[in-house]
């Protein structure tokens, strides 16, 4: 596609309830990231993947979220078992290669804006 | 610790210049990037620097000063629709760290 899309755009679920939250990168793009952002601030790193291969997961806030990119290009952010803290935007990203020394620009999805009630 | 401060608000006038400034403190560092976001939408790449100096892209300019952890973002001929956040963020292992972000708000 043209730009990273991101689904759904908007998730309402009750505390308790599994979620999958899904993005579907620039096509191309090597690199995926997945961060939350809550309002007034700026996003927080959650976890990247190269290809399929899961890079870095150090931003994963506990053993409930779980990320995955099976064949190297949709992702899934899936959060078990879901708490009202839970709630935030979540945006992915992806770039065409992670490139430690390179400008590493990444392109954003719109969102997902998740309520947990 | 590793981290990135800028200032939370600034206001100007519409046709005028603003500098965002932004200091961060990280054992790994390899360039300062920028990132605009208006209001309800997503993060969108502004601009890079990997050594020391100025970096020119249209109206918008960015800074990196290496020896003192220092970048700023500078903003010409302001433009209202230039009202948005700005992030300063640097590359750490593949990943961005983003600082806490800078509304910018432009007045007529």
């Known amino acids: 596609g043209a730009g990273v899309s991101q689904s759904p755009r908007y998730k309402v679920t009750k505390r308790g309830q599994d979620v999958a939250l899904r993005c579907d990168p620039i096509s191309g793009h090597v690199s995926l990231y997945w961060y939350r952002q809550a309002l007034g601030q700026g996003p927080e790193f959650l976890t990247y993947f190269n290809y399929e291969a899961q890079q870095d997961k150090s931003g994963l806030p506990n053993d409930r979220f779980s990320a995955e990119r099976p064949e190297g290009s949709i992702s899934t952010l899936t959060i078990q078992r879901t708490e009202q803290r839970d709630s935030a935007m979540y945006r992915c990203a992806s770039s065409l290669g992670d490139g430690e020394l390179a400008k590493n620009i990444q392109y954003f999805g719109a969102g997902t804006r998740l309520s947990v009630l | 610790g590793q981290s990135l401060e800028q200032p939370s608000e600034v206001t100007a006038v519409e046709g005028a210049i603003v500098q965002i400034n932004c200091t961060y403190q990280?054992?790994?560092?390899?360039?300062l990037s920028w990132y605009q976001q208006h209001d309800g939408g997503a993060p969108t790449f502004l601009s890079y620097n990997a050594l020391d100096g100025l970096e020119e892209t249209g109206r918008f300019s960015s800074f990196l000063s290496r020896s003192d952890s220092y970048g700023y973002l500078l903003l010409q001929e302001l433009q209202m629709k230039d009202s948005a956040s700005y992030f300063c963020?640097?590359?750490?292992?593949?990943?961005?760290?983003f600082g806490q972000g800078t509304e910018l708000s432009v007045k007529p």
């Open positions: 990280t054992s790994g560092f390899y360039g």
């Open positions: 963020a640097y590359n750490q292992g593949g990943k961005l760290i």
